[in-house]
Each structure stands twice: as structure tokens, then as C-alpha cells.
């Protein structure tokens, strides 16, 4: 169960539109790696996880990709909001709006949409831990990529905000390998699940 705060994680206020920065910045809503991919990734690792302290981390994450996507859908609201049909057609937001005028849908900056092929769900403790550590590099380096390409001050506070996010779900990812790596205490420990095998009876 969640509470539900009526503010964003760090706050949004973009005076300027910008339908260019929009149009990349969207990739961190439906991109491969972008904060919806990581909330159905973790949120949906925990019920296979066999270690409590390590499920209440992918439940904590979980949720903060969810707050980090509402970020997202509000930086690229605020770049598009009240854009007029020519600053549309200069900008090359033009494809976009004929399919979704300017709701918030999930696609990467590419223009493909969001699917659930881009994350992996695997009930293997190892294999989905370090599933994740990749995941929150890809989305750091997705962020330094966005960093590189904006100069509005309005936009890097966010961005420089969910970039630092990343980092330090990285870390607390790789302190959950360590503590799956002690509970198998195991030379081997891939040479069983846990959730499936009882290493006693190796």
C-alpha cells in the first residue's frame, strides 16, 4: 500500500516551452530505459524474491520510479503545454501530435512505443539483481545524454535530480546482490535459485 503526496519528488517549473527538448526528454517516460520500464521491472521482481530486506528495496525503488516518471510526464507537459500549430510543425513535433496531440503517452525519443519486451522479470534473484544494476546505468547514461543536449536551467535541476536518483539505486541494488550472495553463502551460488531450491539438498 502507498501514500500518496500531491507534490512532485523534486520540484518542475519550466517557463519556456521546448518541443525539441520535449521530443528527447520523452524517452525517460517509455523509453527502454526510462522510469516506467524500471517501476513494472522492480515492482514486479519482488514477489519472487526470496529475501525480505531485499523485496522491501525493489518495493522502495519500485515506487520512487513511479514519482521519477510523474517527473518525467511533467517536464515534458510544461515543455509542451499551449504550443501554437506552427511552433508545432517548426519544431518536428508535428508526428507526435497528430497521434496524441499533447497528452503524455509512453514512447521512446525514437518514437517507438513503450513495451514490456524492454525489461526482464526472472525470478532468479542473481539474474534479476543484476538485470537491475544495468538498468540503473542505462538510465544514468540515458540522463547524461539528455544533460548534453539542454542548456535551460529549468530543465537540468530535474534531470541532474533523477540522474543522481540512478546512481544511487545502483548502489542500493548491488548492496541487495551482496546480501542475496550471503544468504546463498554458497561458492556456487549460481548453481541454484533459491526460490525453487533448498541449497541443503545440493
Same mark, same amino acid.
Given at each position: 500500500?502507498? %501514500? ?8 518542475v ?12 526528454i520523452?524517452?525517460?517516460?517509455? #523509453?527502454?530505459? #526510462? *522510469?516506467?520500464?524500471a ?7 519482488r ?7 531485499v ?15 510523474e517527473?518525467i510526464?511533467? =517536464? ?10 506552427? *511552433?508545432?510543425?517548426?519544431?518536428? &513535433? #508535428?508526428?507526435?501530435? /497528430? ?12 518514437g ?5 519486451t /524492454? ?9 534479476? $539483481?543484476?538485470? @537491475? ?11 547524461? %545524454?539528455? !544533460?548534453?543536449? /539542454? %542548456? ?14 540512478? =546512481?544511487?539505486?545502483?548502489?542500493? &541494488?548491488g548492496?541487495?546482490?551482496?546480501? /542475496?550472495?550471503?544468504? $546463498?553463502?554458497?561458492? @556456487?551460488?549460481?548453481? !541454484? %535459485?533459491?526460490? &525453487? ?6
Amino acid at each position: 500500500m502507498w %501514500n500518496y503526496e500531491k507534490r512532485l519528488q523534486f520540484p518542475v517549473k519550466i517557463s519556456k516551452p521546448d518541443p525539441k527538448a520535449a521530443q528527447i526528454i520523452i524517452t525517460q517516460f517509455g #523509453g527502454p530505459d #526510462g *522510469e516506467l520500464a524500471a517501476s513494472m521491472r522492480y515492482l514486479s521482481q519482488r514477489y519472487t524474491m526470496p529475501y525480505k530486506e531485499v523485496t522491501a528495496t525493489l518495493t522502495d525503488i519500485g515506487t520512487e520510479e513511479l514519482a521519477h516518471m510523474e517527473m518525467i510526464c511533467a =517536464i515534458v507537459h510544461q515543455l509542451t503545454r499551449n504550443l501554437t500549430p506552427e *511552433e508545432i510543425e517548426r519544431s518536428g &513535433f #508535428g508526428t507526435y501530435y /497528430v497521434d496524441h496531440t499533447l497528452a503524455l503517452w509512453p514512447q521512446a525519443a525514437s518514437g517507438t512505443p513503450w513495451t514490456a519486451t /524492454v525489461f526482464q522479470s526472472k525470478g532468479d534473484p542473481i539474474t534479476d $539483481l543484476h538485470e @537491475n544494476l544495468a538498468a540503473e546505468q542505462k538510465a544514468r547514461t540515458t540522463y547524461d %545524454n539528455i !544533460l548534453r543536449l /539542454v %542548456n535551460d536551467p529549468d530543465i537540468i535541476a530535474p534531470i541532474r535530480f533523477l540522474r543522481e536518483r540512478e =546512481i544511487v539505486h545502483y548502489q542500493r &541494488f548491488g548492496e541487495s546482490l551482496r546480501i /542475496v550472495t550471503d544468504h $546463498l553463502d554458497s561458492r @556456487n551460488f549460481y548453481a !541454484l %535459485n533459491p526460490e &525453487f531450491d533448498n541449497p541443503a539438498c545440493r
